[in-house]
């Protein structure tokens, strides 16, 4: 069997009925996607998905990936992997960034393949499940009046949610008044993460881990910079409170660099963006050898969702997945049978491969030719007039 052929398809759907999002890192006022399709002299196609400036992406996976992959035997997947990140990565498009998320669409078609022609779940393929239910906790609570989001998180509770995510970072005070809002409301032992999107300096970092140990939070996730490796370090020996990190990391070298300096306490890679599921299944496994949970993270389409319930039902050491709470059309509505959780937890496709089938209606109905999507997120007004957070600033 060869791959004959690498295809993308651009997707743009708005962000629903709430309009927009708005964390540390700006505002989306739409969802998009990148899938990508391998094609072969079998009949087989694998579909994968991958996060990010689809303009991009698509003119890496057209004039690097495809010509260095067609020909090769698309179960081969290691071998596909090592030569399109080892022989075209550092050359082409560098060894992080948005070369690893093309690849990333790449390598999770080609597990959609494998499973096709084995005729098995792709969590089959990787070692069988260890959980027939993933639990998922609800990432909802955006910056919004104390008051609102107490009252969300009520209604998410309520809902069987195994944990709520607080998007924190902007004012530190406000930060504060709300987990600890919602921590009243919900009681001592519900499960409540914060996520400040490298919204913190190192200073901001310390003072809210302080008050966030207090109200005993689960995780502050992403305070610093992304690649602050020595202040997440410097962070965590100083607070109780979980470092958790990894959704903007890319392949198992960036998130070592951070388990090697005792930086991080929870890796979250995205299947989307970290290397696919080859390099998400390897940098679990280094994980689980220093004794770490990853905790996937997850806000894109249906087909990357379905590849981290595959992920996260198979790996020993997978912890609560991150489920995006908000409407989402591109989950939603992209798939034929959608996937959504039922009270907190979520079951892996057991079809063949991924196990999911794209509805053909949605795909022409978010199907995007335009260029618009070379700002995801715009800055939003708190950001004007503010210096940029320095690595190691504090």
């Not at 970290?274 to 679990?284: D, K, L, M, N, Q």
């Not at 089938?357 to 995801?376: V, Y």
Request: glycine share 10%; hydrophobic share 45%.
């Amino acid at each position: 069997m060869k791959i004959t052929d690498i295809r993308t398809v651009r997707l743009r759907a708005p962000m629903g009925a709430q309009g927009r999002v708005e964390s540390r890192t700006g505002v989306r006022t739409h969802r998009y996607a990148l899938l990508v399709e391998v094609h072969t002299d079998a009949g087989v196609t694998g579909v994968g998905s991958c996060s990010g400036n689809g303009l991009v992406l698509e003119a890496i996976v057209a004039h690097v990936l495809k010509p260095l992959l067609v020909g090769m035997d698309p179960l081969a997947i290691k071998e596909v992997w090592d030569t399109a990140y080892f022989r075209a990565g550092v050359r082409a498009f560098g060894s992080r960034g948005v070369g690893v998320v093309a690849l990333s669409g790449v390598d999770i078609a080609l597990w959609d393949i494998a499973g096709k022609v084995k005729r098995a779940p792709v969590h089959e393929l990787l070692g069988g499940k260890v959980r027939d239910r993933v639990e998922v906790y609800a990432t909802a609570l955006y910056p919004e009046a104390t008051k609102a989001a107490v009252e969300k998180a009520e209604v998410l509770a309520r809902q069987g949610f195994h944990g709520i995510k607080i998007k924190v970072g902007f004012d530190l005070a406000q930060d504060i008044e709300i987990v600890t809002a919602v921590r009243s409301a919900l009681g001592p032992d519900f499960p409540l993460m914060t996520d400040a999107n490298m919204g913190y300096g190192l200073d901001a970092a310390l003072a809210a881990a302080a008050a966030f140990e207090k109200l005993g939070i689960g995780w502050l996730e992403e305070p610093l910079f992304m690649e602050d490796v020595a202040g997440h370090a410097r962070l965590k020996a100083a607070t109780a409170v979980p470092v958790a990190l990894g959704e903007n990391l890319h392949t198992r070298f960036a998130f070592e660099s951070f388990m090697a300096r005792d930086a991080v306490d929870v890796l979250q890679p995205d299947v989307a963006r970290a290397g696919g599921i080859s390099e998400v299944r390897t940098i679990a496994a280094a994980a689980a050898g220093r004794g770490l949970p990853v905790s996937l993270h997850t806000y894109g389409d249906g087909v990357a969702l379905a590849a981290s319930l595959h992920l996260a039902a198979a790996l020993d050491n997978s912890a609560v997945m991150e489920f995006d709470y908000n409407e989402n059309p591109l989950r939603s509505d992209l798939l034929q049978e959608p996937l959504e959780p039922d009270n907190g937890s979520m079951r892996p496709p057991d079809g063949p491969g991924l196990g999911v089938t794209l509805d053909p209606e949605a795909l022409r109905r978010f199907h995007f030719d335009g260029g618009g999507d070379l700002a995801l997120w715009r800055p939003t007004l708190r950001d004007a007039g503010q210096s940029p957070v320095r690595v190691g600033e504090s």
